[in-house]
Structures are given as structure tokens and as C-alpha cells.
């Protein structure tokens, strides 16, 4: 490995090791160990092909990958051998890893699932390959000041990134505008616009470098040369524009998670990938197939969400235009090939496209569109239809071109039966299954967590890495007094680290024996960040009214990115700052209560704070969060959570068992009669005295001295709609709170309960859920390989 490194620093840096900075030591770590997998993943390919085994194409318009150096030296099983090459360099481990920029493509959990199936693939040896786009600019980075959210460009790529391949060779012609010719029953597209997509390729390697994917990520370009004529006439911008222009596609990945913001751009962002990524499937599977008929035979291909929703009608103009098959029986094969995930029930969150963009960014696609729409009405009288009030509804769109439709946790899946496809699940009752989202456990736990999984190891082997449910086997030490004094020995030490951390990047001190209180993820209404700082000040008025009380210290740690257009949301995290100001600056309260917020939430932070956290918080208004998956790191990482009856955490309380999790609240069947009551939010607010208080503070100005009125629209808005119910729940939640801090007093009696949270997490492996996935949607499985031996 050293040698292999010192290689890189001397032939691909171009630098000697005395004058190489920490981030050349990175690169050439990286690229040291990204020799290393190649000769796995050309053998995988190779097997692939002479196997002749299905291919599953995972198509997301997000991959929220994270940092790579650990993951990949972990898999390759070198991170030891890493670590030790570095150190004996003379260089610092820790400061190369931490030098890596996140792979910031994607919003939150739903890029983050892609990230994690991308690893049980490999793990599980599928051939696969994940299909996206490589922006330019991820997920912005934000910063806040005087306590408000700024939101700045994210750079990842202004430095080498050293796991990639560029594939010059691999380009495809993406079309867009333009009018559709027909003559003698054939349809000719004339396009008014093209771009070029090229491919990079990332290689993503499965635990033990048994079997090697790619994630291969779409860049766009101009199609035509430089403009040299304009460039000698001196007009410069003229020479530069069309490349401009045409790179603008994979320019910034799109900030907002629920709307379908800065409409054309993203339509035409979400074709070019989609059709590159189909067009490269097609070629790889004519290069060795004629046969189109086939197809289903060797291609699955999922779209993750309705983002990719026009694969569907993409992949049928293929097929119909381009290989000359009919129109139905096209919508056939390709229904036949494709199956759709949904994550989210929520009105605003469903993608709907105009038919006047549609017609002017893809006329053919509408032509085609109309076309399955009317196949499908004409086999199915009074089913509901793709194009309602003058937009194409991409969900129906997805339902009706996947012979699969899969919700992420079983409450979420039966509700999309209930909701948003009512219609469509009655005319086809067996479309509609449930694959429950998991996690790796490679990343969330082996890694992020070394204390942990150290001491797991040690007491069980290491074969839970691969195969979680082994984790079961702790179960029998939640009676072992020496063991449960280690496992709390192990979160003490993660703790000590994040107070260290959080002194440097907050600025506040906190106690590593107080409760770690965390609530991580975007900031939106549904996920109620605000019911937990309004608890906060409903804690923090009891302390005072009784400073020498029985009380169990907290430090309450938010983190989270509002979308840049998300008003109310910003005022949450302005609130939160202010609030925490205040707290941490009152004598009286002093180590009891603190709350920090750090700034800018990645994956890498999720890394450091879930292995820290005691209580996990997943407080959602039952029925919004389809499944969640923040709320398994932290259960596996051995927190307890408080939470509500919704998404997986449904599940996660049925496996680690109701006397081991904090519930509370409204359930959805609850939530839905609630809010049919006429002013139920101002009846609840005038029902309980400590949340009368808490919002009277906030309107008095007690958070925003300098701003009287700042919050109090936030407030009005609680009295007279609160669509999430946060004052419903309000006293519940408090109530289940005190729950906790009782529970916490007892330091064996929680290290047992949270123990029977890592020993039964393991069937949220996302190694189970792509099992699903391969069993009941893809009909795909693992080509065999002898492993690592073969290679050596
Ligand atoms: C896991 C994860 C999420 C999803 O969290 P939820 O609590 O399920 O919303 C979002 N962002 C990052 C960085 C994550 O790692």
C-alpha cells in the first residue's frame, strides 16, 4: 500500500512526497486504492456478460454518496492496511480522510437510499448498474448568520475526484423541442436542441470485494465544435455560449426535495439522463440480444421516484420509432421491464408537468403519452387518466408503465393504496407491494462507529457486517452487567469526540453525561423540528421555576437544510438559533439544558452524531413520513428513539420491541379525523398551559428581543391552521419526554434498552431490502462468484 501510494504521489500528482499536501496524499490514497478495484470490477463485468445474467438499472436523479476513502478501503477489507501505510508516510490518517469534499448529489433520504442500494448491490453481488447525473454544484452548503440560513455553492468538483473514470467514448445525442413528422404510420422527431451526454464511472465495490457495480453519472456537453470563427472575430461569449448553454443540464442539482422547481430545466434534466442511461442499456443488451422481445428477460430497471418517470414513454419511442415494434406491444415490454418506488404522499411533492412545456420540451413524448394513456383506458373503461386538467401527472404516468409499484415501509405502502392510487390499485389490486427502506450497514454502522463495532466484533465475529441479523446474538448480553458497562463505555467515548467537535464548530461546551438528544434531517413542517424547540422552551420554564428539581441534563442537537424557497422552514431554523442563544446563555439552567445547532447536514455529520446520540428523535405527524431512514442509524447505532406511529419507525418499534421505544401521538387515522374538527389547533392550545406559555414567550419576544414581532406570523399560523398538528401532539410529546428522562437515570437500565435497539435492528439492512427488491420486483439475482480467493 505505501509503496502504491507513494507511486501515485510521484506519477499521477506529479509532486515528491516532501513537498505533497494532505490533499495530494488523499488523492494518491484514493487512487491507490481505486487500483485495487478495478481488477474486481472488470471480473464482475466479465462474469456478467458470459453469465448472461439480468441486469438491474437503479435510475435516480439523486445519489447522496457521502465521503468515499473509508467506505471503499473498508469493503476492499484494507482499511487497517490504509491507515498503517499512511501513518508510516509520517502523515496524519484522521486530516486525509476529513479532507474529502461529500459526494453531495442528492437532497436527503431518498438520495442517501440510492447511495445505500448501490452498496447492498455490490455486496450482494447483483450486476447493476445506478444511472444519474453528475452535477456540478451538489447540495448547496449552508452557513447561518445572525441565525438565519445562507445558502452557498457547493464545490465538490473543483478539486480532482479521484474515484471516477471519464468515458469520452461513451456519448449520446439528447434531444429536445422541435415538431413530430408522420407519414405512412412512422413518426419522425425533429428536434430543435441537442446536447451530448457523457459518462463517468464510478466504481462501487461490495463488502470483502466479492463483486464490483458502477454507478455511471450523465455529464452534459455541447454537441457541436467550438465556435473557432466567432472566437477570431473576437466575440468570445458567442464562441462560448452553446457549450454554456448545454453544460447548464448537469449544472446544479435542484435544492428543494418536494416541489418540482424551475420547471423546464428540470423536465429537460430529468429526460437527459433517463434517455442517455436508456439508450446505454440498449446498446449494451443489442450488442449481444436482437431479440427486443426479450428484454424483460435481462433488463429491470427502477425508477426511484416519479423522477425518472419518462423512461416509460423513452423507452417505448425506442422501441416503436427507432426498432419499428408496434405501440402496444412496446407499452408491453417496457411495462414488463420497468418498476416504479414511490416516497412520498405529500399533494406538493407529486411531480405534474404542463402539456404546453411537455409539447415544447418533448413532442413526441406527448404524442406517446396520449397513446398509453388511451391503451390503457381502452383495456381499463373509467380508470383515471395521465393528463388531468391540462398536466401530465407523472405518477400515474410510473403506475401505469410498471408492472411493480412499491411503497417504502408497510404503513406507506398501504396508505399509497388508500391515497394517492386509489383508483389505479383497484383496477390492478397486485401492482401495489411494500419494500421496507434500509440501511448499510457497512457505512452506518462498521465504520461511523468503530467503538461499536469493535466490541461487536470481538463478542460475536465479524459476520454481521454482511449479514446484520446476527446481531440478534447480543440479545442474550442485555442481562450481562460487564458487557452493558462496555456498550456504554462505547457511546461515552463517541460522545467525548462530538463535545470536542461541537466546541470547535459551535463554540459551546457540553457535558458528555448529559442526554444526547438529536434530531437530524431536512427542515420541513411535517418533520416538526418545531414541536421539539418548542418542547425545548417548555423544558427549559420548568427548569427555572425549579432549579434544585430531580432533572436529567440534555443537550438538544438539531441539524438540518432548509430548501432555499421554504419560508416557514427558515423560520424554524432562525427560531431554533435564537432559542438556543437564550438557553445557553442562562446561569440558571446552565449544563442542564443546552441546545446547538451546527451548520450544514451531510452525510459526513450524520456520521458523527448518530454513533453519539442517546435519544433518536422521529416525530414526524403520523401519515408524512414515508418510511424514513435516519431513524434506523440511530436505532442501530444503539439510541432510543421518541417518535410517533409513522414510516418505518412503525416496524423499528415492532422488532426492537414497544418497552424499548418512546411513543407518542396521533396516529394517521387520528390525524385525519383531527383535522376535520373545526378549530382544533386553538382548542388544544387553550387545553394545555405549558404550550399557552411557550407561544406566549414567542410572541412576546422573549427569543428575538430585537425583533418583537419576528415569529409572530410562525405563531399565528400554529392557531389557526397547523396542517402538522404540532399543537395537537404538543403535550403528548412533552409528556413522553419526561418518559425518557426518568428512563435515563437508570444508566444500566438504558444501556439494556438500548442494546435491544442494535440487536434487533438487523433486518433494516438495506442487503434485506434489495433481496426484496430482487425476489419480487427485478426477478435478478447474483451471478455466483468464488469471492475474494478469485482474485487473489
Ligand atoms: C439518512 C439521511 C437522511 C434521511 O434522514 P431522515 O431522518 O430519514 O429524513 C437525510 N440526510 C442525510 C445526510 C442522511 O444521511
Not at 449552508?142 to 474515484?163: I, N
Not at 435481462?298 to 419499428?324: C, F, M, S, Y
Not at 443546552?594 to 450544514?600: D, G, L, Q, T
Request: charged share 25%.
Amino acid at each position: 500500500m505505501k509503496d502504491e501510494i507513494l507511486h501515485h504521489i510521484r506519477y499521477s500528482l506529479g509532486k515528491d512526497a516532501e513537498h505533497s499536501s494532505v490533499y495530494d496524499w488523499r488523492i494518491a490514497l484514493s487512487l491507490a486504492l481505486r487500483d485495487r478495484m478495478v481488477d474486481h470490477w472488470y471480473r464482475s463485468t466479465r462474469e456478467t456478460y458470459a453469465s448472461n445474467a439480468k441486469r438491474v438499472y437503479y435510475l435516480s436523479l439523486e445519489f447522496l454518496m457521502g465521503r468515499l476513502v473509508e467506505d471503499m478501503a473498508a469493503n476492499l477489507g484494507l482499511d487497517r492496511e490504509a491507515r498503517h501505510a499512511i501513518e508510516a508516510l509520517g502523515q496524519d490518517y484522521e486530516e486525509i480522510v476529513h479532507d474529502e469534499p461529500d459526494a453531495a448529489l442528492g437532497n436527503g433520504g431518498l438520495g442517501r437510499l440510492a447511495a445505500c442500494f448501490m452498496d447492498s448491490l455490490a455486496t450482494l453481488g447483483i450486476p447493476a448498474y445506478g444511472y444519474g447525473i453528475r452535477y456540478e454544484h451538489g447540495l448547496f452548503e449552508q452557513k447561518f448568520s445572525d441565525g438565519k440560513q445562507v445558502e452557498t455553492a457547493e464545490t465538490w468538483l473543483t478539486q480532482r475526484h479521484a474515484w471516477e473514470f471519464e468515458r469520452p467514448e461513451v456519448k449520446y445525442r439528447i434531444q429536445f423541442g422541435g415538431h413530430v413528422e408522420h407519414h405512412e404510420g412512422k413518426a419522425r422527431w425533429i428536434s430543435s436542441e441537442t446536447v451530448l451526454a457523457t459518462a463517468y464511472d464510478t466504481p462501487v465495490i461490495g463488502w470483502k470485494g466479492t463483486w464490483g457495480n458502477t454507478l455511471r453519472l450523465w455529464s452534459a456537453k455541447a454537441p457541436g465544435a467550438f465556435d473557432l470563427e466567432s472566437f477570431n472575430r473576437g466575440d468570445y461569449l458567442a464562441a462560448g455560449r452553446s457549450e454554456a448553454l448545454a453544460r447548464t443540464i448537469s449544472r446544479v442539482l435542484y435544492p428543494d426535495d418536494t416541489t418540482d422547481a424551475g420547471k423546464q430545466l428540470r423536465l429537460k434534466q430529468e429526460y437527459f439522463f433517463t434517455a442517455a442511461s436508456l439508450m446505454d442499456l440498449m446498446r449494451r443488451y443489442l450488442s449481444d440480444h436482437d431479440d427486443l422481445r426479450a428484454l424483460p428477460d435481462h433488463v429491470a430497471i427502477q425508477l426511484n421516484d416519479t423522477h425518472p418517470a419518462i423512461a416509460g414513454p423513452e423507452l417505448v419511442r425506442q422501441l416503436v420509432d427507432v426498432h419499428g415494434l408496434e405501440m402496444p406491444e412496446a407499452i408491453e415490454i417496457v411495462r414488463n421491464c420497468l418498476g416504479y418506488t414511490n416516497h412520498t404522499l405529500l399533494p406538493e411533492a407529486l411531480e405534474k408537468w404542463h402539456v404546453g412545456l411537455m409539447a415544447y420540451v418533448l413532442p413526441r413524448h406527448l404524442e406517446i403519452i396520449r397513446a398509453i394513456d388511451h391503451d390503457h383506458r381502452e383495456r381499463h373503461p373509467g380508470s383515471p387518466r395521465i393528463i388531468e386538467h391540462d398536466h401530465v401527472q407523472m405518477g400515474e404516468l410510473a403506475f401505469i408503465m410498471a408492472h411493480k409499484v412499491n411503497g417504502v415501509s408497510a404503513l406507506h405502502s398501504e396508505l399509497v393504496k388508500e391515497t394517492v392510487f386509489e383508483d389505479l390499485h383497484k383496477i390492478h389490486p397486485t401492482r401495489i407491494i411494500n419494500q421496507t427502506n434500509g440501511i448499510t450497514p457497512r457505512r452506518w454502522l462498521y465504520t461511523c462507529n468503530q467503538p461499536l463495532s469493535d466490541l461487536i466484533t470481538r463478542e460475536i465475529g465479524d459476520g454481521w457486517v454482511a449479514d446484520l441479523e446476527q446481531l440478534k446474538a447480543l440479545n442474550e448480553k442485555s442481562g450481562d452487567k460487564a458487557f452493558l458497562a462496555e456498550f456504554q463505555a462505547a457511546k461515552r467515548a463517541n460522545k467525548v469526540q462530538l463535545a470536542q467537535w461541537i466546541r470547535q464548530t459551535c463554540g459551546t461546551e457540553v457535558n458528555p453525561d448529559a442526554m444526547f438528544d438529536v434530531q437530524i434531517k431536512r427542515i420541513h413542517e411535517y418533520k416538526r423540528q418545531l414541536m421539539n424547540i418548542l418542547e425545548t422552551v417548555a423544558l427549559w420554564n420548568e427548569i427555572r421555576d425549579n432549579p434544585g428539581g430531580d432533572w436529567t441534563p440534555r443537550v438538544k442537537i438539531f441539524g438540518g437544510k432548509a430548501a432555499p424557497g421554504y419560508h416557514v422552514a427558515k423560520q424554524i431554523i432562525h427560531l431554533i438559533n435564537d432559542v438556543a442563544t437564550r438557553i445557553n446563555n442562562d446561569p440558571v439552567t446552565g449544563d442542564l439544558l443546552k441546545v446547538v445547532y451546527p451548520p450544514n447536514y451531510n452525510v459526513t455529520m450524520a456520521e458523527n452524531l448518530i454513533p453519539a446520540a442517546d435519544l433518536s428523535e422521529q416525530i414526524s405527524t403520523a401519515g408524512k413520513e414515508a418510511s424514513g431512514t435516519g431513524n434506523m442509524k440511530f436505532a442501530l447505532n444503539g439510541a432510543l428513539t421518541i417518535g410517533t406511529l409513522d414510516g418505518a419507525n412503525v416496524e423499528i418499534r415492532e422488532h426492537v420491541g414497544a418497552e424499548n421505544f418512546f411513543l407518542f401521538g396521533l396516529t394517521a387515522q387520528e390525524v385525519q379525523e383531527r383535522r376535520l374538527q373545526h378549530g382544533f389547533a386553538r382548542a388544544a392550545i387553550e387545553a394545555s398551559p405549558r404550550l399557552s406559555r411557550v407561544l406566549g414567550q414567542i410572541v412576546d419576544g422573549v427569543f428575538c428581543p430585537d425583533e418583537v414581532t419576528r415569529y409572530h406570523e410562525l405563531v399565528g399560523n400554529l392557531y389557526d391552521h397547523d396542517y402538522f398538528l404540532v399543537t395537537c401532539d404538543f403535550d403528548s410529546y412533552f409528556d413522553a419526554q419526561r418518559r425518557v428522562d426518568v428512563a435515563y437515570r437508570s444508566k444500566t437500565g438504558w444501556a439494556a434498552m438500548a442494546l435491544k435497539n442494535t440487536a434487533n435492528m438487523g433486518w433494516f439492512s438495506s442487503d434485506r431490502t434489495i433481496q426484496g427488491y430482487a425476489r419480487d420486483i427485478w426477478h435478478a439475482g447474483p451471478v455466483n462468484t468464488g469471492g475474494m480467493e478469485k482474485i487473489a
